[in-house]
């Protein structure tokens, strides 16, 4: 929801100024304590959502990362727990709020009504109603972590069916219940008329999930991340069909359905549609938990940049203030939530997760945008050049030049790598090109490089839990030849 605006009851040359001010905040870039009407007259435009997730150091309080939001014309906001600090900066500021209840919290959540109950006494009911939660998300892409699968899959609707009871009995009967779920819930999703939910989990989670939602008029939250699809098959996707700026040419018409797609975003939406019709709930409504795309990465982490960054989130936002629905539902009104407020630095994994964010943690912007998706193109100042290393070869090594103090992990992290794919490892065994040295280290940067190029266009990433680093120096020596990111 819009922030609050003074109704000026003084002189037409007062209110002109006041406007005036407003417009200048706008366009110079200031950030203020509270949205600046710039293009949304009495506060009637409601913007993207955003995640506000909170690993990093030195971000600002929650009272200035609520300002911040503001300023930049977020309609509402997702947090990850029941953080009672953010919560109460939300408190009167109108702003729709979700928050997430964490994976471990599900098993006994779905086995205990008492411990559902407590659960929003301690964390729900105190801040209600001054802070406005219309979403209790049950989980964070549960269905992705298959070694919770026994204890937490089939104990999501339960803890929601709880939960519901729970918050019935505090009197708090205006939160809708949901869970997020990343596009790998799929087994298919192309062409969207394709869809369909994976065989693990279509009939035992997917399906009671889809009645409940269903029966309490809640949402299907997806996380569709364009650039990840993109990044994995630049080859056949262009990245200007991805940033919502793709020519006629490179539209894409649906086979089994003839309906024609302008967007990558789109046909990720559509899949999911298509998957809840196959089991029989194609009219539950959609929201988009999580989207954006990174300003940053690693080395050989393609079109991560500011100017891809921004081109993807500004029109996203200018697109979903049309309420455009998709080509299966158009018109369709679908919350969206932008990933993510800040550049989190510790978060773990590449480059790309500590980059998705619309301001640094020392509150300047990455880059300009309004999320109300109202302000004119031609007013935002250029853009940088894709400055990113899209051309350029990149491997995967052991971090700190090589030299590492836990032996033990570095082995552990190896022994992992060569245990993945085909061949991972081949080199290094007796008798192969990198064999020699035969010392831990070469060996872990030749396992590191080789898993990593093996799987990283499907999500594998050079992390090894901080034991790697990406570099754009050939690490290949003598007749050992380190595959690279372009071969």
Same mark, same amino acid.
């Given at each position: 929801?819009? @922030?609050?605006?003074?109704?000026? %009851?003084?002189?037409?040359r007062a209110?002109?100024? !006041?406007l005036?001010?407003?417009?200048?905040?706008?366009h110079?870039? !200031?950030?203020?304590?509270?949205?600046?009407?710039?293009?949304?007259?009495?506060?009637?435009?409601?913007?993207?959502?955003?995640? $506000?997730g909170?690993v990093?150091?030195?971000?600002?309080?929650?009272?200035?990362?609520?300002?911040l939001l503001?300023a930049a014309?977020?309609?509402?906001?997702k947090? $990850?727990?029941?953080?009672?600090?953010?919560?109460r900066?939300?408190a009167?500021?109108?702003?729709?709020?979700?928050?997430?209840?964490?994976?471990?919290?599900?098993? %006994?959540l779905?086995?205990?009504?008492?411990?559902?109950?407590?659960?929003v006494?301690?964390?729900?009911?105190?801040?209600?109603?001054?802070?406005?939660?219309?979403?209790l998300l !049950?989980?964070?892409e549960?269905?992705?972590?298959?070694?919770?699968?026994?204890?937490?899959?089939r104990?999501?609707v339960?803890?929601m069916?709880?939960l519901?009871?729970?918050?019935?009995?505090?009197?708090?009967?205006?939160v809708?219940?949901?869970?997020t779920?990343?596009?790998?819930?799929?087994? @298919?999703?192309?062409?969207?008329?394709?869809?369909?939910?994976?065989?693990?989990?279509a009939?035992?989670v997917i399906r009671?999930?889809?009645?409940?939602?269903?029966?309490?008029?809640?949402?299907?939250?997806?996380?569709?991340?364009?650039?990840?699809?993109?990044?994995a098959?630049r080859?056949t996707i262009?990245?200007d069909?991805?940033?919502f700026?793709?020519?006629?040419?490179?539209?894409? !018409?649906d086979?089994?359905?003839?309906?024609?797609? /302008?967007?990558?975003?789109?046909?990720?939406?559509?899949?999911?549609?298509?998957?809840?019709?196959?089991?029989?709930?194609?009219?539950?409504?959609?929201?988009?938990?999580?989207?954006?795309?990174?300003?940053?990465?690693?080395a050989?982490?393609?079109?991560?940049n500011?100017?891809?960054?921004?081109? $993807?989130?500004?029109?996203?936002?200018?697109?979903m203030?049309?309420n455009p629905?998709?080509?299966?539902?158009?018109? @369709?009104k679908?919350?969206?939530?932008?990933? %993510?407020?800040y550049?989190?630095?510790?978060?773990?994994?590449?480059?790309?997760?500590?980059h998705?964010?619309?301001?640094?943690?020392?509150?300047?912007?990455?880059?300009?945008?309004d999320?109300?998706?109202?302000?004119?193109?031609?007013? $935002?100042p250029?853009?940088p050049?894709?400055?990113d290393?899209?051309s %350029?070869?990149?491997?995967?090594?052991?971090?700190?030049?090589?030299?590492?103090?836990?032996?033990?992990?570095?082995q552990?992290?190896?022994?992992?790598?060569?245990?993945?794919?085909?061949?991972?490892c081949?080199?290094?065994?007796?008798?192969g090109?990198c064999?020699e040295?035969?010392t831990?280290? @070469?060996h872990?940067?030749?396992?590191?490089?080789?898993?990593?190029?093996?799987?990283?266009?499907?999500?594998? /990433?050079c992390?090894?839990?901080g034991l790697?680093?990406?570099?754009?120096k050939?690490?290949?020596y003598?007749s050992?030849k380190?595959?690279s990111s372009?071969?």
């Amino acid at each position: 929801m819009a @922030a609050a605006t003074m109704a000026p %009851s003084f002189s037409h040359r007062a209110a002109a100024a !006041v406007l005036l001010a407003a417009a200048l905040a706008c366009h110079l870039n !200031v950030v203020v304590a509270v949205k600046p009407e710039c293009h949304c007259p009495g506060g009637r435009c409601r913007g993207l959502g955003v995640n $506000y997730g909170t690993v990093a150091d030195d971000l600002p309080s929650a009272t200035r990362s609520v300002q911040l939001l503001r300023a930049a014309g977020a309609g509402a906001v997702k947090i $990850y727990d029941a953080n009672p600090g953010i919560l109460r900066a939300l408190a009167g500021t109108g702003l729709p709020v979700a928050i997430m209840v964490p994976n471990a919290a599900i098993p %006994s959540l779905a086995s205990s009504h008492a411990a559902a109950e407590d659960w929003v006494a301690a964390n729900l009911a105190p801040h209600s109603p001054a802070t406005r939660v219309m979403y209790l998300l !049950v989980g964070n892409e549960v269905l992705s972590n298959r070694a919770i699968a026994g204890s937490t899959w089939r104990a999501i609707v339960p803890a929601m069916a709880n939960l519901h009871r729970a918050l019935r009995a505090h009197g708090i009967r205006k939160v809708k219940l949901g869970t997020t779920l990343a596009m790998g819930a799929l087994s @298919a999703s192309y062409p969207p008329s394709a869809g369909a939910f994976r065989d693990d989990v279509a009939e035992d989670v997917i399906r009671p999930l889809l009645r409940f939602l269903n029966a309490t008029r809640s949402f299907y939250f997806v996380d569709a991340y364009p650039y990840f699809a993109w990044a994995a098959n630049r080859d056949t996707i262009s990245l200007d069909y991805a940033l919502f700026q793709g020519a006629a040419s490179s539209h894409y !018409v649906d086979p089994g359905t003839g309906l024609t797609y /302008t967007n990558l975003l789109d046909q990720m939406l559509d899949a999911v549609i298509a998957a809840m019709g196959k089991l029989g709930y194609g009219n539950v409504k959609l929201a988009v938990s999580e989207t954006g795309w990174p300003s940053g990465g690693d080395a050989g982490e393609a079109g991560a940049n500011v100017r891809n960054a921004a081109t $993807y989130n500004r029109n996203l936002a200018a697109r979903m203030s049309k309420n455009p629905g998709t080509p299966a539902r158009p018109g @369709a009104k679908m919350p969206v939530f932008l990933f %993510s407020l800040y550049n989190e630095d510790q978060k773990p994994g590449a480059g790309t997760e500590r980059h998705w964010g619309l301001y640094y943690p020392n509150q300047t912007k990455v880059y300009e945008i309004d999320l109300t998706g109202q302000r004119p193109s031609r007013s $935002y100042p250029p853009l940088p050049p894709a400055d990113d290393t899209d051309s %350029s070869p990149a491997w995967c090594v052991l971090a700190g030049g090589g030299k590492a103090a836990d032996k033990k992990a570095v082995q552990d992290a190896l022994d992992y790598a060569c245990q993945q794919g085909s061949g991972t490892c081949t080199a290094i065994q007796p008798g192969g090109a990198c064999y020699e040295p035969d010392t831990l280290d @070469a060996h872990a940067s030749y396992a590191f490089n080789s898993y990593w190029q093996q799987f990283r266009n499907a999500g594998g /990433t050079c992390f090894f839990n901080g034991l790697a680093e990406t570099t754009t120096k050939d690490p290949s020596y003598g007749s050992c030849k380190f595959p690279s990111s372009e071969d």
